[in-house]
């Protein structure tokens, strides 16, 4: 599944409109894809490099990383030659997929259920979910997700990480626009860095 027009702006993400429901494709899209994204985790006869190339490919239908990688270098995104931005966003999808198996691991097997959602507009909705934990908490997760084209994809999550609901495009785009207004621009310096990044999370699951 493919999105054009991805419109989305930092501030916006974090401020939602008065509530409104979603309309229930757009969540049950949610819940079955969330759910089989969980699932490709929890099979016991798979290997861990089976289990994240499962994960990644339900994670590539799921959402739309090619449109998040160009939102969280804003500006900088037509400013890379084309084999820099080919480099950068090999780099990111790396990162974005064990961003998010890592903060997913710890839920395998557990059901995604889906509390409510609000609409930004008639295209664009945030889905609020919980996922049950083993000491019987609740994880929250907020998706949004477009419509575009009768198509549907997320297009950022908010995951609650030590106790703060972070937009994880949102935390990137400030980080990374930080660097490359650092470096002049340097694809190679942001490169380089998110892949410290994803080293430090693949060790992480070891």
Known sequence: MK???????????????AAALADTQTENFVKQNANEVLNSLNNPDLSSEERTSLFSGYMEQFANIDAVSKFVIGKYAS??????LKR???AFRTYALAVYQNQLDAYRGNEVVVEGSTDRSPSDSIVDTTIARADGKNMDVRWRVLHRNGEYQVVDVALDIDGNLIWLAIEQRAQFLALLDRTNGSADALIDKINDMTAKLENERR
């Open 3 to 17: 999105l054009r027009n991805l419109i989305m702006a930092a501030s916006a993400a974090l401020v939602l409109p």
């Open 79 to 84: 400013r890379f030659n084309p084999d820099e």
């Open 88 to 90: 950068y966003q090999q």
